[in-house]
């Protein structure tokens, strides 16, 4: 069974500065993904980043990087330069690959405020 | 209207009623799916339907009925709920392939903003 880990309910940072959101996972699959989810108070998941386990280079979109960790079974984000919009829930999650399905397991989140 | 939308954002039903939720989604995708999130609890997959054929049905109490009429639009019929039901329900899609596109495979699942659901 596949199972994601996110050990920070909640993580403050001020403006402008670099914060890490962490994340651990856990299979026997050799091919899985992971992902990162952003969740504002309005509801909607808005998609961040995707690693795949067979990527050589962590991944980055804009002011966001994952750095995958393989043999620690990490998938922390950075997010660098925090502004005041990155408040909102951070959700890892992973998916399989084989066995076929698209079904992704999500970690409990972390809640991101940005303070002034 | 682009990316997945979702209809209605609020619903307050009793646990008699039938309500039904509505999910559309504008990005050529062929597979949907309806999660539940309940509060402190990670994102729960309910239903997966990939070409309109129901693939997954992750042990949902039948009070919950899903119809996917086409690759576009999916619903949740509801009725006879309980309180324990009250959440928010998301729908998402994603192409069926998993190959690379960019920086996400094309597979990625793309989510709308939800049905809040209040059980009386």
């Known amino acids: 069974a596949q199972k994601i880990t996110q050990t920070q309910p909640g993580m403050f940072v001020q403006e402008k500065e670099a914060v890490t959101l962490d994340c651990t996972y856990d299979t026997s699959d050799p091919s899985y993904g992971l992902f990162w989810y952003k969740q504002p108070s309005s509801g909607e998941m808005i998609f961040l980043i995707y690693?795949?386990?067979?990527?050589?280079q962590n991944a980055t979109e804009g002011r966001y990087s994952l750095n995958f960790q393989k043999a620690r079974k990490s998938a922390n984000l950075v997010i660098s330069a925090s502004q005041l919009g990155d408040s909102a829930m951070y959700f890892c999650?992973?998916?399989?690959?084989?066995?076929?399905?698209?079904?992704?397991?999500f970690g409990t989140g972390t809640q991101l405020k940005v303070e002034l | 209207e682009t990316g997945v939308t979702q209809t209605p954002r609020h619903l307050v039903m009793g646990m008699t009623n039938k309500k039904s939720l509505k999910c559309e989604q504008h990005?050529?995708?062929?597979?949907m799916y309806w999660y539940k999130q309940s509060a402190k609890k990670p994102l729960e997959l309910m239903f997966v339907y990939n070409f309109k054929e129901q693939t997954e049905n992750n042990s949902v109490p039948s009070r919950f009925s899903p119809e996917c009429p086409n690759s576009s639009h999916l619903f949740l019929h509801l009725h006879t709920l309980q309180p324990e039901d009250s959440a928010l329900y998301l729908c998402?899609?994603?192409?069926?392939?998993?190959?690379?596109?960019?920086?996400?495979?094309?597979?990625?699942?793309?989510f709308g903003p939800g049905t809040r659901l209040t059980v009386l």
């Open positions: 998402a899609s994603s192409s069926r392939q998993g190959k690379k596109s960019g920086g996400a495979r094309t597979d990625t699942q793309y």
């Open positions: 990005l050529g995708h062929n597979a």
């Open positions: 690693q795949g386990s067979y990527d050589q």
């Open positions: 999650a992973m998916r399989v690959d084989t066995g076929g399905g698209n079904k992704l397991t």
